[in-house]
């Protein structure tokens, strides 16, 4: 099955500092979608993007389906912010989402 | 809110039980999935219902079971449970009637299930 890389593994910061997450995949996809895991165990909805650029608000995200590999970008990080990171894939073949491992982040005040 | 709801949000209980966990998809949403979170394991697909039929398999143990009801609600059944059945159980859902992206799926709060 797909394989999907998550870096780095930790990462912490100082409140209002930016941030890169990268999450690479190992096959085609025709979906990738970006999750933050809050502390209370939610899965929220940051991306849906199987390719190309979006933002919202202080995050953003850009995906080139061609070289496998998307990237997730916080900027004027918050407190809120801390979680989990989650990016997911699904391949052309199939239904299912295949989870990376994550990438915790700790914002610092 | 993501639309799609769980019950019960907690749930405790001995090994060798049986549980049932609930799941209603977001209105409209035809295809159901469910997720198992573990601290080994990461999250994991279990199972997809589409429209009342199941749609694909994933690890999921022949001890566990679902389905789809004709109002679309899931349930997911877990029997024989064992200790190492404790987790975080996420139902989502997607493909709506119409409009919108078609794949996004969308997960509820979930399930914590601890097993004594």
């Known amino acids: 099955g797909i394989q999907v890389e998550q870096s780095p593994p930790d990462l912490i910061l100082q409140e209002g500092a930016n941030s890169t997450l990268r999450c690479n995949f190992s096959d085609s996809v025709n979906n990738l979608q970006w999750f933050h895991q809050n502390p209370w165990g939610q899965l929220i909805n940051l991306f849906y993007?199987?390719?190309g650029t979006k933002q919202n608000g202080r995050l953003s995200a850009t995906t080139v389906a061609t070289e496998r590999y998307s990237l997730l970008y916080i900027s004027s990080s918050q407190t809120t912010d801390s979680g989990v990171y989650f990016c997911?894939?699904?391949?052309?073949?199939?239904?299912?989402?295949?989870f990376g491992e994550g990438t915790q982040l700790t914002v610092n005040p | 809110d993501s639309g799609v709801t769980q019950t019960p949000k907690h749930l405790i209980t001995a090994t060798g039980q049986r549980v049932t966990l609930r799941c209603s998809p977001r209105s409209g949403d035809l295809s159901v999935y469910w997720y198992q979170q573990s601290l080994d394991q990461g999250l994991q697909f279990l199972i997809q219902y589409y429209n009342g039929e199941e749609r694909a398999k994933g690890n999921i143990l022949e001890r566990f079971s679902a389905q789809q009801f004709p109002d679309l609600h899931s349930e997911l059944n877990l029997s024989s449970l064992e200790l190492g059945d404790s987790a975080l159980y996420f139902c989502?859902?997607?493909?709506?009637?119409?409009?919108?992206?078609?794949?996004?799926?969308?997960f509820g709060p979930g399930t914590r299930l601890t097993v004594l």
């Open positions: 993007i199987p390719s």
């Open positions: 989502a859902s997607s493909v709506p009637l119409a409009g919108g992206p078609p794949d996004t799926q969308y």
């Open positions: 997911a894939v699904k391949e052309t073949s199939g239904s299912r989402l295949t």
